[in-house]
T-cell receptor
Framework: GAVVSQHPSRVICKSGTSVKIECRSL??????MFWYRQFPKKSLMLMAT?????????EQGVEKDKFLINHASLTLSTLTVTSAHPEDSSFYIC?????????????FGPGTRLTVL | AQSVTQLDSHVSVSEGTPVLLRCNYS??????LFWYVQHPNKGLQLLLK??????LVKGINGFEAEFKKSETSFHLTKPSAHMSDAAEYFC???????????FGSGTKLNVKP
């Protein structure tokens, strides 16, 4: 149980285009999901907390208008990288907390590798 | 503020020998600590967690970690390494409400035949 999926697993796009990444909790409901960014040989950095039915909470230094987050249902959060540029190339990972056990671990998706040409 | 420091970026062991991955934490209150493993092209998997219960925590695949408050450490150990243990390992500390996870920089474990 507690499986989180991400789609797509890899995406290559041209500079200036927008890319949408989906994060789904497959067998549980998640009011809260999280989006992380992982640079090569670096740790994961929390970008934002996605809350179902309300606005996302962004970490300091993360551009809200560039990284649009929508948490439309209890099993789906999306991250849209708008007007992507090569410096946005990275590995994006989402996680979700199971509503049944709110104060506990996060379950992570397999990640999406974004390459902006 | 919460933070973790993983003292080794790379650790190399021979199959069948013990594994030690070191992690020190900083926390302004009693912390919740986790170890996650990341295999190539796979999601992060929880190995074990400490949430103020027993200081010696046993996890999956034979891993365990000991919470030492006096040393502010939460080192991960395994008595005998297996080839399948080769992966990246992350030490994580969370805030009080498990809202924010603070990741260490990771330790890449290499297991030699």
């Amino acid at each position: 149980g507690a499986v989180v999926s991400q789609h797509p697993s890899r995406v290559i796009c041209k500079s200036g285009t927008s890319v949408k990444i989906e994060c789904r909790s497959l067998d549980f409901q998640a009011t809260t999901m999280f989006w992380y960014r992982q640079f090569p040989k670096k740790s994961l950095m929390l970008m934002a907390t996605s809350n179902e039915g309300s606005k996302a909470t962004y970490e300091q230094g993360v551009e809200k208008d560039k990284f649009l987050i929508n948490h439309a249902s209890l099993t789906l959060s999306t991250l849209t990288v708008t007007s992507a540029h090569p410096e946005d190339s990275s590995f994006y990972i989402c996680s979700a907390r199971d509503n049944r056990v709110p104060y506990n671990e996060q379950f992570f998706g397999p990640g999406t590798r974004l390459t902006v040409l | 503020a919460q933070s973790v420091t993983q003292l080794d970026s790379h650790v190399s062991v021979s199959e069948g020998t013990p594994v030690l991955l070191r992690c020190n934490y900083s926390s302004s209150y009693s912390p919740s600590l986790f170890w996650y493993v990341q295999h190539p092209n796979k999601g992060l998997q929880l190995l074990l967690k400490y949430t103020s219960a027993a200081t010696l925590v046993k996890g999956i695949n034979g891993f365990e970690a000991e919470f030492k408050k006096s040393e502010t450490s939460f080192h991960l150990t395994k008595p005998s390494a297996h080839m399948s243990d080769a992966a990246e390992y992350f030490c994580v500390v969370s805030d009080r409400n498990f809202n924010k996870f603070y990741f260490g920089s990771g330790t890449k474990l290499n297991v030699k035949p």
